[in-house]
Nanobody, 126 residues
Framework: VQLQASGGGLVQAGDSLRLSCVAS?????????MGWFRQAPGKEREFVAA????????HYADSVKGRFTFSRDNAKNTMYLQMNSLKPEDTAVHYC???????????????????WGQGTQVTVSS
């Protein structure tokens, strides 16, 4: 399984970015949970958004709720993270992740995911 993230960049506060993550070697089936995490320098990797077993509504961290939108295109094996109203505190390397054996209580735990993309840098200037 390979995940390839892209779409990061340097933007100003208030701008938008859309991250993409293309998966190969795995099908976006009803057993696959997938999501986005991020890690700022000197900080632990943190949950951003995810969907449990590719069904239902996405879950979001409180810090991004109302600003970020998770979506996916099953036919293209691609997940997205639309990020609006970006803030300097959103600056981090953003990673996509997937796992086919997650339980719901572990959805926000980065240690529970087996498959990771390489990360894409998002930098928001004030």
């Amino acid at each position: 399984v390979q995940l390839q993230a892209s779409g990061g960049g340097l933007v100003q506060a208030g701008d938008s970015l859309r991250l993409s993550c293309v998966a190969s070697g795995v099908t976006f089936s009803r057993t696959l949970s997938m999501g986005w995490f991020r890690q700022a320098p000197g900080k632990e990797r943190e949950f951003v958004a995810a969907i449990f077993r590719n069904a239902g509504s996405p879950h979001y961290a409180d810090s991004v709720k109302g600003r970020f939108t998770f979506s996916r295109d099953n036919a293209k094996n691609t997940m997205y993270l639309q990020m609006n109203s970006l803030k300097p505190e959103d600056t981090a390397v953003h990673y996509c992740a997937a796992d086919s054996r997650l339980i719901l209580s572990s959805l926000r735990n980065y240690n529970a995911y087996d498959f990771w993309g390489q990360g894409t840098q998002v930098t928001v200037s004030s």
